[in-house]
């Protein structure tokens, strides 16, 4: 799911009139520190030059990535959705692919602790943001979707379960949280998955099952489309991006869930298509030939994430 070109345009925008050298520097310098490491616990965005940069570099895969993860969710999930809660919200790209899937939803509550973030922010929506910090403050709100999106990776191990608790607690209906398509990403996913489970909560997607995990790196990947400016600083020459993510989407209540889970790419062969599944009695290759007929044909158009 790519950021709606009316989005784009507000973004860059934002760097006009700055020179092609200094954006670069600016976006370099950031990506190097979160990279490194530098960014556990720590704010590197430190300007409103730096936010705008930050924002026209990732937003839109992140939109991307949290929009792809929804899709998935709410193929399964039904429950109609009132209010939304965005923990760590950045600029907001998680709440804006909550926005362009779920446009009948109007109460959206942004929390981020980073000034500058919540500027560029502002200028992008019109979402109610308040100052907090996931790793310290306690907040007595709560909405029947909370969201998170790359933030509990820049947490310290001590501090997570403390603010997968407090988003929990925020919970009426349904959480989703989205991180990194690293092995170190997934990893965190599964302990969030295994900690969830043994308080009560139900997995909506991407798992067809509440068993013990045993993939080693469950991840996806989703195409974003790269305009001129965010080529020219990030040093490209594709017109797109894959962007790798995990994610994992919980609910307070049972849902059915899906029978398998496409985990990699299709591969298709000539009158027969392959596939790696996740199946509630685990990994299987699955093939699908002409005489399958409907199935053969979803499965040559299916994609890694999806549901056969």
Known sequence: ????????????????????KELKSIASLIMVNYKNGSGKGNDLIN?????????????????SAFGDALEHTFELYKENIDSVIDVGAGSGSASLAVHHLLPSVKNYTLLERNKFMMEIGKTLHNFNYINYDLSKDNLD??????????????????????????????TNKLMVIVEPGTPEGFQLIR?????????????VSPC?????????????????????????????????????YSYIAFSK????????????????????????VC??????????????????KKARKSDAGGQI
């Not at 909405?143 to 407090?166: C, F, M, P, T």
């Not at 302990?191 to 997995?203: A, K």
């Not at 009695?281 to 002409?290: A, P, Q, R, W």
């Open 1 to 20: 799911m790519n950021l709606p070109l009316e989005y784009k345009d507000q973004l860059e925008f934002l760097l006009d009139g700055y020179s092609l």
């Open 47 to 63: 300007s409103s030059l730096a936010s705008k940069v930050y924002a026209v570099y990732r937003l839109p895969a992140t939109f």
């Open 141 to 170: 709100i709560n909405g029947d979707l909370v969201i998170s999106s790359y933030v509990l990776n820049e947490l310290d191990q001590n501090s997570r379960i403390n603010a997968i608790n407090k988003m929990w607690n925020m």
């Open 191 to 203: 302990e969030i998955r295994d900690y969830l489970i043994s308080i009560g909560g139900y997995i």
């Open 208 to 244: 067809p099952h509440m068993n013990i995990c045993l993939n080693t790196w469950c991840h996806f990947s989703t195409r974003v489309s790269r305009s001129k400016l965010h080529k020219d600083i990030k040093g490209g020459d594709a017109p797109y991006e894959d962007e790798k």
């Open 253 to 276: 209540s049972e849902v059915i869930p899906c029978k398998n889970r496409i985990l990699r790419h299709p591969q298709i062969n000539p009158g027969f298509v392959e596939l790696e």
């Open 279 to 296: 199946t509630k009695d685990g990994f299987k290759k699955i093939k699908y030939s002409k005489k399958d007929k409907e199935l053969f």
